[in-house]
C-alpha cells in the first residue's frame, strides 16, 4: 500500500466557477512537495478537498493508499494538517492542547504522554510545555501546530501557507524543520506562494487558474531563472 498522496483528475466548481480542474499528481513518500501558486489558484480549494471539508464528485484522492471518498476515516487517521488559520485554544498550555487532540484521535492514554513528549523534543519545545499558548510568538504557536499535527504519526503532512505572518527566522526553521521530516521518510505536501520556501531539489507543482501548471523537480522546472522570476513570468504574479 503507497504511503504517499494521490491525487487524479480533480475537480470542483462553485457555481459557475471551475475552481479545480483535472488536476493530478503523485507525491511519494519520502518528498518534500511544494504547492506553488499564486492567491486565487485554488490552492485552499484543494486543501479543503484532500482534508474532506469539501467533496468533490470528480476525481479521486488517495491518501497513505486509502480511498478517501471509500475508506475517509482511514484516510484521513493518516493524514496530518497544519491549516493556514491557527486552530489553537489559546487559554490551555501548550500540553493541554496536545492533549486534547491526542484524545480526539484516540490515542491510547498510555502512549499519549511519550508522544507529546517526543513530538515537542523534536520541536525544541519542551520547556514551553506549560505555558499557555496565548503566551506563545507566532513561531513558537507553528510550531506547536505542527508537534500536533505529528502526534498520531500520520504518513502525509499537508501544511496550508504555514508560515503567513512568521518573520524571517521563524520561516526559515519551519521551512527547514518540515524538510528534515520529509528525508525522515515522510510524504509533505506545502503549499505557498513564496517561492524563497522552495529548494531547488524539491518536488514542485505549480497551480494557476485552477490547473496544475507545471509538475517536476524544481530546478528543473526554473532552468536558467530564479524561480521566482519563472514564476512570474509564467503566472504574473510576484512572489
Not at 500540553?95 to 484516540?106: D, E, I, K, V
Not at 511519550?114 to 520541536?123: G, K, N
Not at 513558537?140 to 508537534?147: G, I, S
Not at 514542485?204 to 517536476?216: E, K, N, T, Y
Request: aromatic share 6%; with cysteine; hydrophobic share 45%.
Amino acid at each position: 500500500m503507497s504511503s504517499g498522496l494521490s491525487v487524479s483528475g480533480l475537480e470542483f466548481r462553485f457555481g459557475p466557477k471551475q475552481a479545480l480542474e483535472n488536476v493530478s499528481f503523485e507525491v511519494p513518500a519520502g518528498t518534500f512537495c511544494a504547492l506553488l501558486g499564486p492567491n486565487g489558484a485554488g490552492k485552499s480549494t484543494l486543501v479543503s478537498l484532500l482534508t474532506r471539508l469539501l467533496v468533490s464528485p470528480d476525481g479521486a484522492i488517495h491518501i497513505a493508499g486509502y480511498d478517501l471518498q471509500r475508506k475517509p476515516r482511514a484516510a484521513l487517521a493518516a493524514l496530518g494538517v497544519v491549516f493556514q488559520q491557527p486552530t489553537l485554544d489559546l487559554n490551555l498550555t501548550v500540553w493541554q492542547n496536545l492533549s486534547y487532540f491526542a484524545a480526539l484521535h484516540g490515542l491510547p492514554r498510555n502512549i499519549v504522554s511519550q508522544r507529546i513528549d517526543a513530538a515537542l523534543e523534536r520541536l525544541d519545545m519542551r520547556e514551553r510545555a506549560h505555558e499557555k499558548a496565548r503566551d506563545l510568538n507566532g513561531g513558537h504557536r507553528r510550531r506547536m501546530e505542527l508537534a500536533r499535527a505529528l502526534l498520531h504519526e500520520p504518513k502525509v503532512l499537508l501544511l496550508d501557507e504555514p508560515t503567513v505572518g512568521l518573520d524571517a527566522a521563524a520561516r526559515a526553521a519551519i521551512t527547514a524543520h518540515v524538510h528534515d521530516l520529509a528525508d525522515q521518510g515522510l510524504c509533505v505536501l506545502w503549499t505557498t506562494h513564496l517561492t524563497d520556501e522552495v529548494r531547488d531539489s524539491d518536488h514542485l507543482l505549480v497551480l494557476h487558474q485552477g490547473a496544475i501548471l507545471a509538475d517536476g523537480q524544481a530546478g528543473a522546472i526554473r532552468g536558467t531563472s530564479s524561480l521566482s522570476d519563472w514564476f512570474l513570468s509564467h503566472t504574473g504574479a510576484a512572489a
